[in-house]
């Protein structure tokens, strides 16, 4: 499990990340338009797993848009931001704002992703949903760097992430 923090005050996550050396565990999870995307879907591709609690929080919305200005520069990657937050909430966000370089995935239907991947939060006003992570995946399915950011409210290590391509 791991040790965070929202605002300062301690909060737990259901375990630990995958290992950097690691395979990624396979997962299933709902794009846009409501279809299932899986990690065999993004084969070949380099992968930045931008995870958070919600897409309708201040430092989410700056993640994605940063990640969303780095994937156009970087070859053979795409960066998949996922939460619980429902589809239609994804499409919603990323249409206002105009981005085009990332993907919305959710887990609103089991919250197994954020169990396999020991981030779901267990404790706190956030219970259930995930903690701030970032993932980066190689084209062989290998978690090549794993950040879980302390403080919620804090916004992920962009440049070591993205070194890790």
């Not at 309708?56 to 780095?70: E, G, H, I, L």
């Not at 206002?96 to 995935?105: F, I, K, S």
């Not at 993932?135 to 916004?155: F, H, R, S, T």
Request: glycine share 8%; aromatic share 6%.
């Amino acid at each position: 499990m791991a040790n965070i923090t929202l605002g300062g005050n301690p909060i737990n996550t259901n375990g630990e990340l995958p290992k950097i050396g690691s395979k990624a565990p396979d997962f299933s999870l709902v794009k846009n338009d409501l279809s299932i995307a899986t990690l065999a879907d993004f084969s070949g591709s380099k992968l930045v797993l931008n995870i958070f609690p919600s897409i309708d929080t201040p430092t989410c919305a700056t993640s994605v848009r940063t990640f969303n200005a780095k994937a156009s520069t970087t070859a053979n990657t795409k960066v998949l931001c996922i939460s619980r937050d429902l589809p239609f909430a994804q499409k919603r966000f990323c249409g206002t704002e105009g981005l085009e370089n990332v993907e919305n995935l959710s887990d609103f239907k089991t919250g197994n992703f954020g169990k396999d991947y020991g981030l779901e939060i267990t404790d706190s006003v956030l219970a259930g949903l995930h903690s701030r992570v970032v993932l980066v995946i190689d084209e062989n399915g290998m978690v090549k760097y794993a950040e879980q950011v302390p403080e919620i409210a804090d916004e992920p290590n962009y440049e070591l992430a993205l070194a890790a391509l």
